[in-house]
């Protein structure tokens, strides 16, 4: 064991020698979560809504009113009169409008007579999110020109309450288990992959094959390491990260004994599994450009910016071998719910098998010579 002992120390003192590098490996992961979460995470507002009545009628004023009440407001939307359908299809098409909302000629009477009265949104559904937010907002204007009728008429229908049993997460908060397990990665990758490599090019590691040490304890050695740079990392971005997203009671006793545990397992199995990878490279190159395609291949398809119930099946199947996947929703488990241990017992489980396996098949593959 002292042998390991020392490969660790050796591993820290150096590693304690580059404060740029833990640095970086700390601040972007942070950096990273204040831009993605209020990028992302915020309200769309003052989308252009071009409105062309061709009717004039009492109901149709009445909907431009409540329209225009819409975008004083919320500030959703910001109304442009047309006089002409075409121009503003036109307009629309060229990017000058968000959508257009056409009040047909009968919509009043169709009104009054309650004969399905209807109005048209056209959108540019190339951008997913804005037609979605304009669809709900003419929605909730068109619902509004009839509510009492339509609650006199559901009167005795069932209805449907819904209940919220946490507080609204921004997505800021939704966006924090990502960014402490990508803090994580990097600081493995960074602080250990790379590292490794560059030694191992400068013919640095020459010296352990000439000493008993054994390939376990060479890879263990290396493993420790890499799990207590990555676990600094980690509890730093939790810290930060937790108080700048606004996470409620972030230093809960019991919940900062889980996140050390889930942090330690996560650091883990990142480093086993890039030792796994490295354990027969010799070119330094090769890890800075994996580190793009690994970045991409575990973050993404993990649930970390999206829910993995969009992704395609292929993908999904990624998400489930991903050990991202595990760490992300024990993370999510415990800031977001702050759950008990039941809740992220699968999660480290898997993460603990994971990395034996990976680790054993790195020494299977660590070669004592050169």
Wanted: charged content about 15%; cysteine-free; glycine content about 8%.
């Amino acid at each position: 064991m002292h042998r390991t002992l020392a490969i660790i120390e050796r591993e820290m003192r150096r590693f304690s020698k580059s404060p740029m590098l833990i640095v970086m490996s700390m601040v972007f992961p942070l950096l990273q979560l204040v831009i993605l979460g209020y990028a992302f995470g915020g309200n769309v507002k003052h989308l252009t809504l071009a409105i062309v009545d061709q009717d004039r009628g009492v109901p149709a004023v009445r909907l431009r009113a409540l329209a225009g009440a819409v975008s004083s407001g919320a500030h959703t939307v910001d109304l442009l009169p047309y006089a002409d359908a075409g121009v503003a299809l036109g307009d629309l098409r060229n990017g000058r409008v968000n959508g257009v909302l056409t009040i047909p000629p009968d919509f009043s009477r169709r009104v009054l007579s309650k004969n399905a009265p209807r109005v048209a949104l056209i959108s540019d559904n190339t951008d997913t999110f804005v037609s979605a937010t304009l669809s709900a907002t003419v929605n909730s204007i068109v619902g509004g020109l009839d509510a009492d009728l339509v609650q006199q008429r559901l009167a005795t229908a069932p209805t449907l309450d819904v209940v919220e049993i946490y507080p609204y997460v921004p997505y800021i908060q939704y966006l924090l288990p990502g960014s402490i397990t990508m803090s994580i990665f990097m600081m493995v990758m960074i602080g250990g992959g790379i590292i490794y490599i560059d030694d191992k090019a400068r013919g640095l590691h020459e010296g352990y094959l000439v000493t008993p040490i054994t390939k376990l304890e060479l890879v263990a050695g290396f493993n420790i390491s890499g799990t207590i740079k990555a676990l600094l990392a980690g509890v730093f971005i939790t810290i930060i990260g937790s108080l700048i997203a606004g996470v409620p009671n972030p230093l809960d006793p019991m919940r900062t004994v889980r996140m050390v545990l889930v942090i330690t397992v996560t650091a883990f199995a990142l480093v086993s599994l890039m030792f796994f990878l490295m354990a027969r490279m010799t070119d330094p190159l090769l890890p800075r450009a994996m580190f793009g395609v690994l970045n991409t291949v575990l973050y993404f398809p993990s649930g970390a910016v999206y829910p993995q119930q969009g992704f395609p099946p292929w993908m999904q199947w990624i998400a489930a071998v991903d050990p991202f996947t595990y760490s992300v929703h024990a993370f999510k488990s415990l800031l977001l719910k702050n759950t008990g241990f039941e809740a992220i017992a699968y999660d480290v489980g898997f993460l603990v098998v994971f990395s034996a396996v990976t680790m054993t098949a790195a020494t299977a593959l660590f070669k004592r010579t050169l």
